[in-house]
């Protein structure tokens, strides 16, 4: 099992940018391919953003071109950089292993409200 520990989020205006930092525990994040997912008040958790272990990336629809997932590896570090947010973006953001069994963090929570 990887732990990972998110942060970055906040309340923030329509339109406006956040980033979210994911943070595994130990080391070897490079050999994951991981993605950034997300809960809505009230609703399911869904996926919004992957990166393979090479680099390459995903993206729902909902949040392509205004979202952009990176990854520092030797910071064991997964990055989601979110711009022109909208008030449908509002959920916990968690990020983990991509279509694993491995288990959740706590999760960020971003507002996107006037």
């Known amino acids: 099992q990887v732990q990972f520990v998110e942060s970055g989020g906040g309340l923030v205006q329509p339109g406006g940018s956040l980033r979210l930092s994911c943070a595994a525990s130990?080391?070897?994040?490079?050999?994951?391919?991981m993605a950034w997912y997300r809960q809505p008040p009230g609703k399911l958790r869904e996926w919004v953003a992957r990166?393979?272990?090479?680099?390459?990336?995903d993206y729902a629809r909902s949040v392509k071109g205004r979202f952009a997932i990176s990854r520092d590896n030797a910071k064991n570090t997964v990055y989601l950089q979110m711009n022109n947010l909208k008030p449908e973006d509002t959920a916990v953001y968690y990020c983990?292993?991509?279509?694993?069994?491995?288990?959740w963090g706590q999760g960020t929570q971003v507002t996107v409200s006037s």
């Open positions: 990166i393979s272990s090479g680099g390459n990336t």
């Open positions: 983990n292993v991509f279509a694993s069994l491995n288990s």
């Open positions: 130990g080391s070897g994040l490079s050999i994951y391919n």
